[in-house]
């Protein structure tokens, strides 16, 4: 990936923008989020903020919004220390966020999303009086988006335009970006990365919070680590290449491509054949849709989001009812039966949404660790629970898998995402599952976490799991899967072995063009 505006920032000389000095910040159970962190950023510049899950990047940001409260720290913004007590506070002060989920109203138009909360917007239809103001600043940065379309009607890359857009609109100097290619496509990646271009040239300072070690050595100019709440000393990204990043973040060296033996496929684990189903509105999202999976074997299913992955994965899980079809597990028809006799017949699910899905926010790690399994011994003995065989199970995954938390006790909502995430890996695959079921395992996750995930799943296949893998990741695609089908619509346009995938191809389907001669 190429810089795209290298020369321009050798020819510049940056000026400071904002500071965080010495910010600490705590959480009950424990969890100290922050540790005397340090944090510069010049004006005309494009800071990357990089540490693994749970290293306190995104409470820092939030602090800096006014989200949260440091419980000691000082911020200064153009040299002048300043309290920041809410969002409202942060934005009159020219700091704008962009969150990972965008903060939008999808029943409001774009117009009506950046009036909302807008101090002196009239009351009478206010997105009246930002709509020319809207249209100027999308063609001043290269933000082009509809003003009057509804937010719903928009890709994610459109609405995530409209977030910077009402950010600028409101006087942002300082952008703080959390994760913003995490659900774009590479060309929505690369138009975002001009728009960055741009802002840089007009002295914007920009804060990127990212795990793409690629974006970052593409678009940044300094880089900022963060490791168990403590910051490093920013490093220009001239001066340092991408291993030495990853050492910085995890403290060992990453192997950014695994190698995986040879598929030696067994007896069918997984069939599912003519399925349909509809989403929650209603409308059909699969389509007649066949596929299989062997035991010691990885299908990766490929496509844009919102093409019926969810609903597949979900259909297979238990967790919705198909309209027709059937879905086989070693032969035995499990079609629409409860998610509990699905998991009790052997299917491992690891869910897209982690905190809706995955886990009970509210309830500790321990009891989450035990969740699809607490009726079943050693965990109970009748209607009893076993505690002491609970409590040593929980410890045993807890070091096993590397979930960082303050205990076995400690509210599962205080984990990060990476650690929620090794949670429900170490729950769902402890039992040797026959089939694991995996929507995006490394979404959001830092590239230590990602590698071992990687290979968490590699042994279970090469065990002779047979596992399901659906991914926006190409690349996390190609690398472990055995066979990739591709999905559009709720059609599998085409199934074909990863040695002999084109990206081309594979693009091609994933845009809705059947592969030629059918799914192999």
Known sequence: MQKPFAEEAANREPTGLLS???????????????????????????????????????????????????????????????????????????VGMVHQHFMLVPRHTVAENVALGLTGSPLWRPDRA????????????????????????????????????????????????????SVLTPQEAQQLFEVLAHMRREGHGVVLITHKLDEVMAVADRVTVMRQGRSTDPVNTKDID???LARMMVGRDIVFRLTKSACEPGEEALKVEGLQARNDRGRQVLDDLSLSVCRGEILGVAGVSGNGQLELVEVIAGLRRPTKGRVQILGRDLTGKPARVVADAGVAHVPEERLGTGVVPSMSVRDNLILKRHHRPPFSKGALLQTQAIRHYAHQAIEQYGIVTPGARTPTKLLSGGNIQKLI???????????????????????????????????????????????????????????????????????????EANLDELGLMMAGTPMQGGPA
Do not use: C, W
């Open 20 to 94: 965080l000095n010495g910010i600490v910040k705590h959480f009950p159970g424990g969890v100290v989020a922050n540790d005397h962190v340090d944090l510069e950023v010049r004006s005309g510049e494009v800071h990357a903020l990089l540490g693994e899950n749970g290293a306190g990047k995104t409470t820092l940001m939030n602090i800096l919004y006014g989200l949260y409260k440091p419980d000691s720290g000082e911020i200064r913004i153009k040299g002048n220390t300043v309290q920041i007590g809410s969002p409202r506070e942060a934005i009159a002060l020219g």
């Open 130 to 181: 930002v709509t020319k103001g809207l249209e100027e600043l999308g063609q001043r940065y290269g933000l082009p988006v509809d003003v009057h379309a509804r937010i719903g009607q928009l890709s994610a890359g459109e609405q995530q335009r409209v977030e910077i857009l009402r950010a600028l609109y409101r006087g942002a100097e300082i952008l703080i970006l959390d994760e913003p290619t």
């Open 242 to 244: 991408k291993p030495a």
């Open 425 to 499: 890996l170490a729950r769902e695959l402890s039992g040797e599952p026959v089939v694991i079921v995996a929507a995006h395992p490394t979404y959001g996750l830092d590239v230590g976490a990602t590698e071992q995930i990687r290979r968490l799943l590699l042994k279970q296949r090469d065990s002779g799991a047979a596992v399901l893998l659906v991914s926006e990741d190409l690349d996390e695609i190609t690398a472990l899967s055995d066979r990739i089908a591709v999905i559009f619509e709720g059609r599998i346009m085409g199934i074909v072995p990863a040695a």
